[in-house]
């Protein structure tokens, strides 16, 4: 009897001691992660997005001829880069309806930079007219480099909070002994205990995709967060050279000759990969000293339908055409890392597959914010004086305001100085960047002035009414209104714009049940602060 019952004091002692472990993993990084897999979430469509702010490139309705694209640019670039020593093209496809470009130049001038890049139009070869915009990649980068630090360093600190996350998930795991009875409950308008539900049931319903996509986000970055293994492995340059070359598909630019050889037909290397892997799966052409005898030219497989990230591509000899090798193939450990790489990122997917990816991953989103907002409502209710709380608390309640709904405000007002920003307009993209950060600045700065209950209903509503308004000012200020995209079959802007309503009416709806919550008599707070609090095992992750 006495080693039964010390095994089940031992029982609890785990399962509290993980419980401590997972709130604090979850707390003290929890703005970055929420923002994370905010940022994270909406780059499953950051091609969409990309098209979306950028309203005036036309709508491809179908794939164009990529050989015939890739030759078109190629000849652009013969009449505008003839001093650049390498140079890189995106062709377009189901998801991209533009050609992205970026080149480095042989020399640099004092005070110039040493590359390029821009958006060309695969109909006409010629530069895009188009606003100047980072578009969706801005929430991609954001998601994982946090833009204005420097790259290392916001990898670093993502990288930690990916640890942090994947700590707080295994021990969240421990802590609920009935983890599944615990998804299949909900008790609504139970403040706590409607809280730690909702958090329960958005873990349990994802969990799997939230361990793959924090275990693969580490991956992806190893080699930055633990390079010792590298280096003992490859330890000559020609090994690391070939480790880089099974990594990526550029090919090591070498020394030029000197001597002027036109490109032989760019066009023609691109049927070779379209008949090996099939008319709309080229990716990427790369060349390194385009115009030299010594070129060469690498046409890469594109994602769509690859469960891997590992490089895939052709090698031609850029002065004649001919085909050097052909690289599909790379050793185990490179090609773990593509597919931990590819289901990170999700590029292989189609769009049904893409939809998962997103409304799981704001699952995991809500499974954050829920985590934050019950470290507050648990504790509120165990402190002597609820209106006088101490700084620690008023610091974090502030932080969810500005971390959750204060990120909505910022997001939102980004997309609204896309449109409402002059093009053209110099340094116009980081202009909408700046407009992001101060925003979101504002929102805390709001959060610390205002009651914490007012705040979060203030902010959900200004979410909400930026959200609803959005299509309003695309209708106004582009050719595109939501009518217009739906006779047309543009489900990109359309999408667009029901998606916006969409989260305008769940922001409204949380702002609504906010504000009822705020209603609570004083009387019953009272009640309720007198009353014994219980916390039972399973309540133990908040």
């Known amino acids: 009897m006495n080693s039964d019952n010390d095994q089940r004091v031992a029982g609890r002692g785990i399962r509290q001691t993980m419980s401590s472990l997972h709130t604090w993993t979850g707390l003290l990084l929890g703005w970055i992660l929420y923002a994370m897999f905010l940022t994270g979430t909406v780059s499953y469509f950051k091609d969409e997005l990309s098209q979306w702010m950028r309203p005036e490139l036309a709508r491809l309705s179908e794939i164009p001829d990529q050989a015939v694209v890739a030759q078109r640019i190629a000849d652009e670039f013969g009449k505008t880069l003839a001093g650049a020593s390498q140079w890189s093209m995106?062709?377009?496809?189901?998801?991209?309806?533009?050609?992205?470009?970026?080149?480095?130049?042989?020399?640099?001038?004092?005070?110039?930079?040493?590359?390029?890049?821009?958006?060309?139009?695969?109909?006409?070869?010629?530069?895009?007219?188009?606003?100047?915009?980072?578009?969706?990649?801005?929430?991609y980068r954001f998601h994982f480099q946090f833009h204005y630090m420097p790259v290392v360093w916001g990898r670093w600190i993502a990288g930690a909070a990916a640890m942090f996350m994947l700590v707080a998930i295994v021990s969240g795991v421990i802590t609920h002994k009935k983890i599944f009875v615990d998804f299949f409950t909900f008790r609504w308008g139970r403040r706590q205990r409607s809280w730690l539900d909702a958090h329960n049931a958005l873990a349990v319903f994802g969990l799997p995709f939230h361990l793959m996509i924090t275990y693969t986000g580490l991956v992806t970055l190893m080699a930055l967060y633990m390079p010792w293994g590298e280096r003992v492995a490859f330890k000559t340059p020609a090994e690391r050279q070939q480790?880089?070359?099974?990594?990526?598909?550029?090919?090591?630019?070498?020394?030029?000759?000197?001597?002027n050889v036109p490109l032989a037909s760019v066009e023609e290397m691109v049927r070779q990969a379209q008949e090996r892997w099939g008319r709309d799966q080229v990716g990427r052409v790369n060349a390194v000293h385009p115009g030299d005898a010594a070129a060469r030219v690498a046409v890469t497989r594109g994602d769509p339908g690859r469960v891997s990230m590992s490089p895939q591509y052709l090698e031609f000899e850029g002065a004649t055409g001919k085909l050097l090798a052909v690289r599909e193939n790379v050793g185990g450990a490179a090609e773990t890392r593509g597919v931990f790489y590819a289901l990170h990122l999700g590029r292989f997917s189609d769009t049904v597959?893409?939809?998962?990816?997103?409304?799981?991953?704001?699952?995991?989103?809500?499974?954050?914010g829920t985590g934050l907002v019950m470290w507050t409502v648990k504790r509120r209710q165990q402190l002597p004086d609820p209106d006088r709380p101490y700084f620690g608390f008023r610091l974090v309640e502030r932080l969810n305001i500005a971390g959750i709904a204060g990120l909505s405000v910022a997001m939102t007002a980004f997309l609204w100085g896309n449109r409402l920003l002059p093009h053209p307009l110099e340094g116009r993209a980081e202009l909408e960047i700046h407009l992001f950060f101060i925003v979101w600045a504002l929102t805390l700065?709001?959060?610390?002035a205002r009651p914490a209950r007012s705040a979060w209903v203030e902010q959900l509503w200004a979410a909400s009414v930026l959200l609803s308004l959005l299509p309003v000012l695309n209708a106004m200020t582009t050719q595109r209104p939501l009518w217009h995209s739906l006779a047309e079959g543009d489900w990109i802007f359309a999408g667009m714009d029901i998606m916006c309503w969409a989260l305008a009416w769940l922001h409204a709806a949380l702002a609504m049940r906010t504000a009822r919550q705020s209603a609570v008599s004083p009387s019953r707070s009272k009640a309720n602060r007198r009353a014994p609090v219980t916390v039972a095992s399973s309540e133990g992750a908040g």
Request: aromatic share 14%; proline share 7%.
């Open 243 to 259: 480790l880089a070359a099974e990594l990526s598909a550029f090919i090591p630019p070498g020394k030029p000759s000197g001597q």
């Open 90 to 139: 995106r062709l377009p496809d189901a998801r991209n309806n533009s050609v992205y470009a970026f080149w480095r130049t042989s020399a640099r001038s004092p005070g110039q930079r040493g590359f390029g890049e821009a958006y060309f139009d695969p109909a006409t070869g010629g530069k895009v007219t188009s606003r100047e915009t980072l578009g969706g990649d801005f929430f």
């Open 353 to 368: 597959t893409r939809w998962l990816y997103f409304l799981v991953s704001f699952m995991g989103t809500a499974m954050v």
């Open 445 to 448: 700065l709001h959060a610390l």
